[in-house]
């Protein structure tokens, strides 16, 4: 059985080799392979998961680059796709220690992948399935993404998504929304940063009244990460806690949102707790935080777990119509 299906884009991705606020000032860059359902599934078999990736590139340099290293990262590749019709998806990207990077993205083979029975045969046994709203974004990919996502959910499998929403990738917000409310009933899990949350439903709003506005989309657990601020989690059944992080200098924040979802599905496959295994996701994502560019050298799984018994998180008490069962 595999144990980890990431189904989305691919990027190259240059992230400028100094700190900067804007692209504009960048000269020199740094080339990494990226992506977030990517990034995930180089991340999984890093820790030693059978991880599958069902992806697209371009028949070019960086395509053979992108499938070389998923090959050297112990990527299950069967399921990656290659095009003549458009170049693998490229990312220019800013350095930063906190917030949001500035980011062009030059969308290509990313949003060409095409169902076949081949995925279609994996997502009948496996353990959890990935994807995110930037795989979304265009067809045929989200069409291809859309019906494997439900058929795996008739079969009982966990499946999670990354909201990763920008309008400079999905320019429609409203085509958005659209989607999302399609997709989120089929969801177990799903992880918005601050930001997402901002861009789709305006500043302002508390912590609480974002995970609300997710578990109202029909979602089954929420955890919305807030950076120095912590990570705040709520499910429809009423289970909702606060995790408190660790004071760290960061080194690049790029990839810190995928290194939480690798130790929280650890946790996961690992049969922990949802509090132990977010709080695994916490301990990978501040481990992130002292590397620039990808993670390379990962810890131990127990290890992993040991040390989030050292993070801090409380339960949170919530109005009783804050905590009542959505259907």
Same mark, same amino acid.
């Given at each position: 059985?595999?144990?980890?299906?990431? &189904?989305?884009? *691919?990027?190259?991705? !240059?992230?400028? %080799?100094?700190?900067?606020?804007?692209?504009?000032?960048?000269?020199?860059?740094?080339?990494?392979?990226? /992506?977030?359902? @990517?990034?995930?599934?180089?991340?999984?078999?890093?820790? /030693?998961?059978?991880?599958?990736?069902?992806?697209? &590139?371009?028949?070019?340099?960086?395509?053979? +680059?992108?499938?070389?290293?998923? =090959?050297? %990262?112990?990527?299950? @590749? $069967?399921?990656?796709?290659?095009?003549?019709?458009?170049?693998?998806?490229?990312?220019?990207?800013?350095?930063?220690?906190?917030?949001?990077?500035?980011?062009?993205?030059?969308?290509?083979?990313?949003? !060409?992948?095409?169902?076949?029975?081949?995925?279609?045969?994996?997502?009948?046994?496996?353990?959890?399935?990935? @994807?995110?709203?930037?795989?979304? %974004?265009?067809?045929?990919?989200?069409?291809?993404?859309?019906?494997?996502?439900?058929?795996?959910?008739?079969?009982?499998?966990?499946? @999670?998504?990354?909201?990763?929403?920008?309008?400079?990738?999905?320019? $429609?917000?409203?085509?958005?929304?659209?989607?999302?409310?399609?997709?989120?009933?089929?969801?177990?899990?799903?992880?918005?940063?601050?930001?997402? #949350?901002?861009?789709?439903?305006?500043?302002?709003?508390?912590?609480?009244?974002?995970?609300?506005?997710?578990?109202?989309?029909?979602?089954?657990?929420?955890?919305?990460?807030?950076?120095?601020?912590?990570?705040?989690?709520?499910?429809? $059944?009423?289970? #909702?806690?606060?995790?408190?992080?660790?004071?760290?200098?960061? *080194?690049?924040?790029?990839?810190?949102?995928?290194?939480?979802?690798?130790?929280?599905? *650890? /946790? !996961?496959?690992?049969?922990?707790?949802?509090?132990?295994?977010?709080?695994? /996701?916490?301990?990978?994502?501040?481990?992130?935080?002292? +590397?620039?560019?990808?993670?390379?050298?990962?810890? $131990?799984?127990?290890?992993?777990?040991?040390?989030?018994? =050292?993070?801090?998180?409380?339960?949170?008490?919530?109005?009783? *119509?804050?905590?009542?069962?959505?259907?």
């Amino acid at each position: 059985m595999i144990d980890f299906l990431a &189904l989305g884009e *691919s990027l190259i991705d !240059l992230i400028s %080799s100094k700190y900067i606020e804007s692209l504009s000032k960048a000269n020199h860059f740094d080339v990494f392979v990226g /992506g977030q359902p @990517t990034n995930l599934a180089i991340n999984m078999a890093k820790l /030693g998961y059978r991880s599958a990736l069902a992806t697209c &590139l371009g028949s070019d340099g960086l395509g053979r +680059k992108a499938l070389s290293y998923f =090959q050297a %990262s112990g990527v299950i @590749t $069967d399921y990656v796709q290659v095009t003549e019709q458009s170049p693998t998806s490229l990312a220019m990207i800013t350095r930063k220690t906190t917030g949001t990077p500035e980011f062009i993205i030059y969308r290509g083979a990313d949003g !060409l992948l095409k169902s076949n029975p081949a995925i279609k045969n994996i997502a009948k046994d496996i353990r959890i399935i990935h @994807t995110s709203a930037f795989a979304l %974004s265009r067809d045929p990919t989200r069409e291809t993404i859309l019906d494997i996502i439900k058929f795996a959910k008739n079969q009982k499998h966990l499946i @999670t998504f990354d909201p990763n929403y920008h309008p400079h990738i999905w320019p $429609d917000k409203k085509d958005f929304i659209e989607t999302i409310k399609d997709v989120l009933p089929y969801i177990d899990i799903t992880k918005p940063s601050i930001e997402d #949350s901002e861009r789709l439903f305006g500043s302002g709003l508390t912590p609480i009244e974002y995970l609300e506005k997710f578990l109202a989309w029909g979602v089954k657990t929420v955890i919305l990460t807030m950076g120095k601020s912590g990570v705040y989690v709520s499910t429809n $059944d009423g289970c #909702s806690f606060e995790i408190q992080p660790n004071d760290i200098n960061p *080194s690049d924040v790029t990839g810190a949102g995928d290194a939480f979802w690798s130790g929280l599905l *650890s /946790g !996961l496959l690992e049969d922990k707790t949802l509090q132990d295994a977010a709080c695994m /996701g916490q301990v990978m994502a501040e481990y992130k935080l002292h +590397k620039f560019g990808p993670i390379t050298t990962f810890p $131990d799984k127990e290890q992993l777990y040991l040390n989030a018994q =050292q993070i801090q998180y409380k339960t949170l008490r919530l109005k009783p *119509s804050q905590t009542k069962k959505r259907r």
